[in-house]
């Protein structure tokens, strides 16, 4: 099990640049977490989208009960978010998901530089997948 921050969350489920390492992330690891604070950081997300008018209602909520079924959700620790904001300059909401990440002694997958720079034992970066080889055009005889 890993646990994944609310933007690779929004890259799996809306389409964009760091889709398809979202994908590749959740091929390699089925089983994704997160702390009980990523719902309401998606729903923020997605009432982006809804503002711009790129996502309906309708839409915004299918992703939200998509996000839901996809995700464990795990409590973390309070003393232990609390140290690891006393040792970083990172928001409380950011160290939650590096407390949990601890707690199951896994990894924290984002994009966010911060964490990355702050905690590099536990978080590791969005990976795009490699270009696979295009095979080389048959020459005629």
């Not at 646990?3 to 799996?12: E, F, G, H, K, T």
């Not at 964009?16 to 702390?35: C, Q, V």
């Not at 950081?41 to 711009?52: K, P, Q, T, V």
């Not at 720079?117 to 696979?132: E, I, M, R, V």
Request: aromatic letters at 8%; a negative charge.
């Amino acid at each position: 099990m890993i646990v994944v921050d609310s933007n690779v969350i929004a890259y799996l489920l809306l389409p964009g640049e760091w889709t398809e390492a979202a994908e590749a992330l959740l091929e390699n690891h089925p089983l994704w977490a997160a702390p009980p604070l990523w719902r309401s950081e998606f729903r923020n997300i997605l009432a982006g989208y809804l503002r711009r008018g790129t996502l309906a209602q309708e839409q915004a909520l299918a992703l939200q009960c998509a996000a839901e079924e996809l995700l464990t959700e795990i409590p973390v620790d309070s003393r232990a978010v609390l140290e690891l904001v006393r040792q970083s300059a990172c928001s409380a909401y950011d160290c939650e998901f590096v407390a949990l990440a601890r707690q199951i002694r896994g990894f924290l997958y984002t994009m966010d530089s911060q964490l990355l720079a702050a905690f590099p034992d536990t978080a590791k970066p969005l990976q795009k997948p490699a270009p696979q080889p295009q095979p080389a055009p048959e020459k005629g005889l």
